[in-house]
């Protein structure tokens, strides 16, 4: 079974700092892994992903990830945070279960803050 | 990007009550989901659709059922709702065919209050 560890449920930054949102996740095949934002009282957003091309991916905004499989990792990392950034984010990871089907396991998130 | 939207956006319903959200896609997907979200959990699963009449639970599928008779259609109905089931549901919908991943996209969301 699938599964997806967001290792803080908040991180707090300071505008213009870099940003370091941690993601491990758990497959038994070659995943997908994807990360979404989410801003308050809107609906989710995919920020980019992972599907075994290119290890490093670079997604909307900035942001971008590196796909580890020796670590199990998917860590989303932007140089430079703006207030904008302020958001929920989560990591998702999708696999083909054991019945045939492509199910997306989400992360529980992590709030980001940015101080001014 | 994909059409996807949910009906109603928001809903108040009485505890006891059945309840029918609506998802609707405007592209030919094959897999459509319903999810929940609430503060702590993130987003869980309900049910899930594989193609026409196709369908399986996810971990929170107690208390719901769905019916996808068309393509585009994907329907979540709470059989008898109860506060517990206060939350904001998504739809979603999975892009590519087969093992290709173009990502999945999410309607706006329906907020449901069962009082």
């Known amino acids: 079974a699938q599964s997806v560890t967001q290792l803080d449920s908040h991180v707090s930054v300071s505008e213009g700092t870099p940003v370091l949102l941690r993601c491990n996740y758990s497959?038994?095949?070659?995943?997908?892994l994807f990360w979404y934002v989410q801003h308050p009282n809107k609906g989710l957003q995919l920020l980019l992903k992972?599907?075994?091309?290119?290890?490093l991916v670079k997604g909307i905004n900035g942001f971008e990830a590196e796909f580890k499989k020796s670590e199990t990792s998917f860590h989303l990392t932007k140089p430079s945070a703006h207030m904008s950034d302020a958001a929920e984010y989560f990591c998702?990871?999708?696999?083909?279960?054991?019945?045939?089907?492509?199910?997306?396991?989400f992360g529980r998130g992590t709030s980001l803050i940015v101080h001014p | 990007d994909a059409g996807i939207t949910q009906s109603p956006r928001h809903k108040v319903t009485e505890t006891g009550t059945p309840v029918t959200l609506r998802c609707h896609q405007t592209?030919?997907?094959?897999?459509m989901y319903w999810y929940r979200q609430d503060p702590g959990h993130g987003l869980r699963l309900i049910h899930y659709?594989?193609?026409?009449?196709?369908?399986d639970k996810g971990e929170v599928s107690d208390g719901y059922s769905v019916s996808r008779s068309k393509t585009e259609d994907f329907l979540l109905t709470l059989e008898s709702a109860t506060s517990s089931q206060t939350s904001v549901y998504f739809c979603?919908?999975?892009?590519?065919?087969?093992?290709?991943?173009?990502?999945?996209?999410f309607g706006s969301g329906t907020r449901l209050t069962v009082v």
């Open positions: 979603a919908i999975r892009g590519g065919q087969g093992a290709q991943n173009y990502g999945y996209t």
């Open positions: 497959s038994s095949y070659s995943p997908s």
């Open positions: 992972y599907t075994s091309a290119a290890t």
């Open positions: 998702v990871v999708s696999d083909r279960g054991t019945g045939g089907s492509y199910i997306p396991t």
């Open positions: 592209e030919n997907h094959r897999y």
């Open positions: 659709s594989y193609g026409v009449k196709d369908t």
